[in-house]
């Protein structure tokens, strides 16, 4: 039973183009909701988050929307750059600090 | 400032063999967490802790257990390791508060056959 869902297990986008992955999750108790980004042979590495008392945030090239009656989180990147290329992953807090991710999503940004 | 550091970075075991991997960050955070990463998965969390001596178990914690002494080092230790926990070990920690960001470290590669 996935709490966390991203459907879309990857994504290809031009330069300069906009970026869009979405995350879905189940139980509207969730209350903070974090994204990560991730290279390959690396850790994970936060990029924005947003608690739910907000249905924006933005930080330079990116901003997180959340839409709470839809269960729905969504990442825009613009514009996108070929160094945006790596696996998204959304997470949410569960239970107090406990963060529950989702699957990711590979996003390739073409030159 | 080293962050969250993470020791070995590759592995290999056999079947029955035990092994400890270490956890260690400079960031004076309360808590410390343990995920494994599948192939083409989430990160999934084997165990945390809130503090020195206080541990509590994640969503898979089934073959492996953790000690927390000093706020800075968190190992994992597996006992008779399996085919099924060759995967990714990410070790992450955070200050204490709710919504706080995780870091992590840069992972184990842990192979078992």
């Known amino acids: 039973d996935q709490q966390v869902k991203q459907n879309s297990p990857s994504l290809s986008v031009q330069e300069g183009r906009i970026s869009i992955l979405n995350c879905d999750y189940t139980?509207?108790?969730?209350?903070?909701f974090l994204w990560y980004k991730k290279y390959p042979a690396e850790g994970p590495t936060f990029l924005i988050s947003i608690s739910s008392i907000k249905d924006k945030n933005e930080d330079g090239r990116f901003t997180v929307f959340l839409n709470k009656s839809a269960k729905h989180l969504s990442l825009h990147i613009v514009p996108s750059q070929p160094g945006d290329s790596a696996v998204y992953f959304c997470a949410v807090y569960n239970a107090g600090n406990m963060l529950t991710f989702g699957g990711g999503t590979r996003l390739m940004v073409k030159p | 400032n080293a962050g969250v550091t993470q020791t070995p970075k590759f592995r290999i075991l056999k079947i029955g063999q035990s092994m400890t991997l270490q956890c260690a960050q400079d960031?004076?955070?309360?808590?410390m967490y343990w995920y494994r990463q599948d192939p083409g998965m989430g990160l999934k969390l084997i165990y945390y802790s809130v503090g020195a001596g206080i541990t509590d178990k994640g969503e898979v914690p089934n073959g492996y257990n953790v000690s927390r002494s000093t706020t800075e080092d968190f190992p994992l230790r597996l006992e008779l390791a399996a085919p099924s926990q060759t995967s990714v070990y990410f070790c992450?920690?955070?200050?204490?508060?709710?919504?706080?960001?995780?870091?992590f470290g840069p992972g184990t590669r842990l192979t078992v056959t």
């Open positions: 139980n509207s108790m969730f209350d903070y």
């Open positions: 992450a920690s955070s200050g204490s508060g709710s919504g706080l960001e995780q870091y």
């Open positions: 960031m004076n955070h309360n808590y």
